[in-house]
């Protein structure tokens, strides 16, 4: 069953706000995974996408992300938090699903 945007939403609004707040260093590191991860979602999803499809790759898992956050920030540990790298990773990246309106699912009330 796919979880509600609002649900997927809520978590990751909150994983970049954890990375927003992180000191500078940190932040830095998490940045990397979570680019690192967009590069990811890109090649998962290809072309045009919409919520829906991100919503169903986050609820398959997230465990590969570990992997691109260890790769971007090797010496940097506390960079390697899946949960904040994944969840930010996938919420800048529902910005271009093709039903994405500021926070919103377009024609979903």
């Given at each position: ?60 898992g ?13 010496g940097?540990?506390?960079?390697w ?29």
């Amino acid at each position: 069953m796919r979880p509600a945007f609002a649900n997927v939403r809520f978590e990751w609004e909150s994983a970049a706000a954890r990375i927003a707040a992180a000191p500078a260093a940190d932040r830095r590191a998490l940045e990397a995974g979570v680019q690192r991860t967009v590069t990811e979602l890109r090649r998962r999803l290809g072309g045009p996408f919409d919520i829906s499809e991100l919503i169903d790759l986050w609820a398959e898992g997230t465990d590969w992300v570990l992997e691109r956050a260890v790769d971007a920030a090797p010496g940097h540990p506390r960079a390697w938090d899946q949960e904040t790298v994944a969840g930010a990773a996938f919420w800048r990246y529902a910005r271009g699903a093709s039903d994405f309106a500021g926070g919103r699912r377009q024609g979903v009330e």
